[in-house]
């Protein structure tokens, strides 16, 4: 298993703990392993290019991606590209950890921001989606440590007014004599 690719786009950009100097090329392939493998070429466009795109630029970023270690292919039938099933991607991971409920686990995988120069729609889209999970799932469990493990990471109004109201309950909690039982979430 430690053979198969590893595409890293959180916080970093690398292929098989390499840092990548075709960006481009990372976010094609994330963007065919969060389309489960393939994705409509047309689709592509719109979401990797802001305004028109030169009719080279998938087949340039599928080539550099190729060159990188990922089988990124162009299946004409169908006018989709393809990535090799066996790719890892830590976006998936992390998003896979999450809807599973292993929310310490997914922070700790959090390096920081999707793609983080990119400004691709495609790019732009999934870090607004990731933080939103990240502040979803930590607001909705139990766990202090979490809320503050996840606001070192995302900047979210939210999680600072949950940090203020768990913050005050955790201080106003000693000063009572009698405690009052806190109906624990499941986190995994």
Request: hydrophobic share 45%.
């Amino acid at each position: 298993m430690n053979d198969l690719p590893m595409v890293q786009t959180l916080g970093e950009c690398r292929v098989n703990g390499q840092p990548v100097r075709h960006r481009r090329a990372v976010e094609l392939s994330a963007a065919l392993v969060l389309s489960d493998g393939a994705a409509p070429r047309d689709w592509l466009l719109s979401v990797l290019f802001e305004g028109e795109a030169s009719p080279s630029s998938l087949p340039t970023l599928a080539m550099r991606a190729r060159k990188l270690g990922l089988e990124v292919q162009y299946e004409r039938e169908i006018g989709a590209y393809r990535i090799d099933e066996d790719v890892r991607c830590d976006v998936a991971e992390f998003l896979f950890l999450l809807s599973q409920g292993y929310l310490a686990q997914a922070l700790e995988m959090y390096k920081g921001p999707f793609m983080a120069r990119s400004t691709s729609p495609f790019a732009v889209q999934t870090r607004a989606q990731l933080e939103r999970h990240i502040v979803r799932s930590v607001v909705e469990c139990d766990d202090i440590r979490l809320v503050e493990a996840a606001d070192r990471v995302v900047t979210s109004p939210e999680l600072t007014r949950e940090l203020a109201r768990r913050g005050a309950q955790r201080v106003a909690a000693p000063m009572t004599r009698r405690a009052v039982p806190v109906a624990a979430k499941p986190v995994g």
